[in-house]
T-cell receptor, first 111, second 113 residues
Framework: NAGVTQTPKFHILKIGQSMTLQCTQDMNHNYMYWYRQDPGMGLKLIYYSVGAGITDKGEVPNGYNVSRSTTEDFPLRLELAAPSQTSVYFC??????????FGQGTRLTVV | GEDVEQSLFLSVREGDSSVINCTYTDSSSTYLYWYKQEPGAGLQLLTYIFSNMDMKQDQRLTVLLNKKDKHLSLRIADTQTGDSAIYFCAERGRSGGYQKVTFGIGTKLQVIP
């Protein structure tokens, strides 16, 4: 099993551009999450999904969108990128009541 | 809202024991977790404890839970240089129908050879 796979690992984006961070898991987990990690700030939840077709906002959803058309995939869309979105982004998944498995992260720089 | 607090930094000598502490506020917590993050990597689950347990031991790791004080600790025996990493405490509670996981900001463990 590959677990949780994120692509790309690194990306530099210009202010105002858009991009999609990809996340896929092969564990048939129903719960999926996107977090951002900033130095000294821990993990902040951006969006989460409890199953295909269902998404909801986390703590810091502004500037992001998600979709969950399949159980496996949970892409995160950045529209009109801003420097404040420079961060490391982590995707995670789990079954109900189990611990979350994390991807390796995407390091995004907005310049 | 729910909150999880940890100290930012801990330094220990190789071979000593490390104790990383965490406090949380959510009284509905069901599970509490410890994750390890090495540089440039994602979070890796180290261990977890059910909220109705007091202690869990797994090789060099001992987790202690004081539910009354909402205090969680992770003890690493015979700390090695490979244990240098950031350790995140997390708790799973209930927020409406969704089992929300709240993370602390992470404790950076430095192991001195």
């Amino acid at each position: 099993n590959a677990g949780v796979t994120q692509t790309p690992k690194f990306h530099i984006l210009k202010i105002g551009q858009s991009m999609t961070l990809q996340c896929t898991q092969d564990m048939n987990h129903n719960y999926m999450y996107w977090y951002r990690q900033d130095p000294g700030m821990g993990l902040k939840l951006i969006y989460y999904s409890v199953g295909a077709g269902i998404t909801d906002k986390g703590e810091v959803p502004n500037g992001y969108n998600v979709s969950r058309s399949t159980t496996e995939d949970f892409p995160l869309r950045l529209e009109l990128a801003a420097p404040s979105q420079t961060s490391v982004y982590f995707c995670a998944s789990n079954l109900r009541d189990s611990a979350a498995f994390f991807g390796q992260g995407t390091r995004l720089t907005v310049v | 809202g729910e909150d999880v607090e940890q100290s930012l930094f801990l330094s220990v000598r190789e071979g000593d024991s490390s104790v990383i502490n965490c406090t949380y506020t959510d009284s509905s917590s069901t599970y509490l977790y410890w994750y390890k993050q090495e540089p440039g990597a994602g979070l890796q689950l180290l261990t977890y404890i059910f909220s109705n347990m007091d202690m869990k031991q797994d090789q060099r790791l001992t987790v202690l839970l004081n539910k009354k004080d909402k205090h969680l600790s992770l003890r690493i025996a015979d700390t090695q240089t490979g244990d240098s990493a950031i350790y995140f405490c997390a708790e799973r509670g209930r927020s409406g129908g969704y089992q929300k996981v709240t993370f602390g900001i992470g404790t950076k463990l430095q192991v001195i050879p």
